[in-house]
């Protein structure tokens, strides 16, 4: 059977609080499964919002099985079954397309984090290997072409739009910001522009709340006191992922939260889960604004740059180019073994250009030169792989067609 590159994600955008933690419970065990499981190359992407396994090897089940004795969570796992649905999800992941905010950059740390630590394990080959270094390239670039990568920010300013149309004197107003992550700078930096300055910082760790606050000139809090402070608070602003006790009870979250019951307060739910009840909604001094409100609001922003649209047009685009050339090396062990020595005489050909990391030479550079010089000798390398007897009178004549390169053969 055909290797091919499959992927398994558990959904924790959707999966309830007490899912994500047994995962996280479990993440460690999971993780030392996989040596065991059958698979030729794999790579873990984990990290705050997302846990994903990305593999190459004979099928997906493989994946299922490690996954899915979890009863806990297993009914939140999803599964890319072929190369291109595991490629677009990948490129689509590093797009920032699949983050709760659209163009999340902490996605890119995280994988360029997962990336190093799977060199560092030996768990990656040369496919995974490139699969990452591209789904990286092309995430930035998409990123770049589309406008995608301003999309948080254009959700932090229609939190604001709500602020502005539900409170007067709003640079008199209270904050508290609830969480450390991305979000939460972009919130502190639109606040500090706006000459806000009153301003509450709560998170965990508390070290890094205090951080974060000092850098903003804000005041940071523990999370246990978040209640002694929102009866003064007129703007709370969650960008926690249902961190701060998310129930189906509002008076149970009001409680907790402590809301003035005799002024307005708007909240402002960046999370997924959400941080606040929907039954808050309903409270006559509550304006509660939730993040499928937000982006509602701030799409139009994209129009311009053909927003998500065009960026999963690049996305599908890649994931089919990247998808062909595997299928077309796993079509013939000729084939991939033509393209890996490619590879290496390249990398040693140009590894003058890194002096300072020879070994890991610009992918990108390595590929442009490939695809320059090996699409006649490729076909040639077909047609001798499905004529019998025809492999070892054209594999030397091939190879030194494809340029200047000099290869020595054994004539044996």
Known sequence: MASQIFAAEVNLEIAPEAARETLRRCEAEIVAQLPHAGLQEYFVLSGRNRFAIYAVGESVY???????????????????????????????????????????????????????????KRTIGYTLDNLLRESI???????????????????????????????????????????????????????????????LVAGYPFRTAFDLATQFGARAIQMRSVGQYT????????????????????????????????RTTVLLDFGVPRNFDESLRYRKYTRLYNLEDLKSISDNLFEAFGGTPEAWKMVNREAHRFAGLFNELQASPLNKEFWNTMSVVCKDNNAWLFPE????????????????????????????????????????????????????????
């Open 231 to 262: 009866p003064h608070c007129d703007v709370v602003v969650a960008t926690t992922c249902g961190g701060i006790g998310v129930t189906n009870n509002g008076v149970a979250i009001r409680k907790e939260l402590n809301l003035s019951e005799n």
């Open 62 to 120: 493989t994946l299922g099985a490690v996954l899915l004795r979890h009863d806990s969570f297993a009914e939140y796992v999803g599964f890319y079954a072929d190369t291109e649905q595991a490629v677009r999800h990948l490129i689509a992941t590093a797009s920032g397309l699949c983050s709760r905010v659209t163009g999340e950059l902490g996605v890119l740390e995280e994988l360029r984090h997962s990336h190093q630590q799977a060199i560092e």
């Open 357 to 412: 990391n020879r070994l890991r030479a610009d992918q990108s550079v390595v590929r442009k030169v490939i695809d320059s010089i090996s699409h006649k000798p490729m076909q040639k390398m077909k047609l001798a792989s499905s004529v019998p007897g025809a492999t070892a009178r054209v594999c030397p004549d091939v190879f030194r067609e494809s340029g200047e390169l000099e290869i020595p053969f054994s004539q044996n």
């Open 137 to 199: 390239r092309w995430g930035q670039r998409i990123r770049t072409q589309t406008g995608i990568d301003h999309y948080s920010t254009s959700v932090v300013d229609a939190g604001f739009e709500m602020i502005y149309n539900n409170l007067e004197d709003v640079r008199e107003k209270v904050f508290l910001v609830i969480g450390t992550g991305e979000v939460a700078r972009r919130v502190l930096g639109a606040l500090r522009h706006e000459g806000i300055h009153n301003v």
